[in-house]
């Protein structure tokens, strides 16, 4: 007996009426069934995604939610209510609304939200929920604007007018991909009181790859104790500021072995480090390979 795999649906998208100024584009069902077939799509691909620009009076309710929607809200307002659990969805955060979660929404009428959304499924969705940090408690994560996740929202858009193409999309389920695995590098959620200006503090890491910097000098660069800047730091980025600074250091030092004959000794020196066998532990400890083997793999 043949079992024939069931049907894939179309994406539950709303039905507010779309203006000029925005954009609802929906995969077709065969080429949805074409995606959930092809090797470099069917793990993960989409089946609609749009940019709604003030969207006054954009409302959705869906008791059997069957794929998944993800919405990043780049301005305005709209409350959401998720298996019986209220929200207010404000401009910096991205909503996930995963497959068999009902839910519904309603732009707010004062200040309706913009957004970019995309609906997808595949096999590999709940792991890269996971991945994200989304879970039955957590629906809501506030991400400020991220000019990554519009780049890559807007990757999906490049689709259109490409009438329905299995190139472009398979582009676009890879895009969809892209846009997944960024969101982890995009600042974690923090309260406004205690975002440190990653920007200054990173660009004063760059500046000085050639000296030895400790913690307290970082944190007198953000006014706080070693204690608090050390805190803080790991929950914008998940790991230690020193460790930053020695993975930067070590990148540098790859990039001298690339492109220079300069021994390891030299770089050692150049990046602060008198004692190049020491570095060159730390080395093969963040890369796994001494710099001798680094420099002598062959790379192409």
């Known amino acids: 007996m043949t079992l024939t795999a069931p049907p894939k649906k179309a994406a539950q998208t709303s039905q507010w009426p779309v203006p000029p100024d925005s ?3 929906v995969v077709p069902e065969p080429i949805v069934r074409l995606l959930s077939s092809h090797p470099l799509t069917r793990e993960l691909y989409p089946l609609a995604f749009g940019h709604y620009r003030k969207a006054a ?3 959705m309710h869906r008791e059997h939610h069957h794929d998944n929607l993800l919405i990043y809200c780049t ?3 709209a409350f959401l209510n998720v298996a019986g659990t209220p929200h207010t969805v404000e401009a910096g955060d991205l909503v996930l609304l995963p497959a068999g979660a009902s839910h519904r929404y309603t732009a707010d009428p004062d200040n309706p ?4 959304w995309v609906h997808y499924t595949g096999p590999l969705a709940p792991e890269f929920h996971a991945y994200l940090g989304f879970d039955e408690q957590t629906r809501i994560r506030s991400v400020g604007r991220q000019p990554r996740l519009l780049v890559d929202f807007n990757g999906l858009l490049s689709v259109r007018q490409t009438g329905f193409r299995m190139r472009g999309l398979v582009h676009a389920a890879n895009r969809l991909r ?12 923090v309260r406004p009181d205690r975002t440190l200006d990653l920007d200054t503090i990173h660009g004063y890491m760059r500046e000085h790859l050639d000296e030895r910097l400790a913690l307290e000098q970082l944190a007198d660069l953000a006014g706080l104790s070693p204690a608090h800047f050390a805190t803080r730091y790991r929950e914008q980025t998940g790991t230690a500021p020193i460790q930053h600074f020695l993975h930067l250091k070590v990148e540098r030092a790859c990039q001298m072995l690339d492109t220079t004959e300069l021994s390891f000794a030299e770089i050692s020196r150049r990046l602060g480090y008198d004692d190049a066998y020491y570095f060159s532990r730390l080395f093969k400890k963040i890369m ?8 002598h793999t062959a790379r192409h």
């Open 23 to 25: 954009v609802r584009y």
């Open 57 to 59: 009076g954009h409302h």
């Open 75 to 77: 301005d305005g307002r």
């Open 113 to 116: 939200w913009t957004i970019h």
């Open 178 to 189: 892209q846009l997944l695995a960024a969101i982890p590098l995009s600042p974690e959620e």
């Open 288 to 295: 796994g390979q001494s710099p001798r083997d680094y420099r």
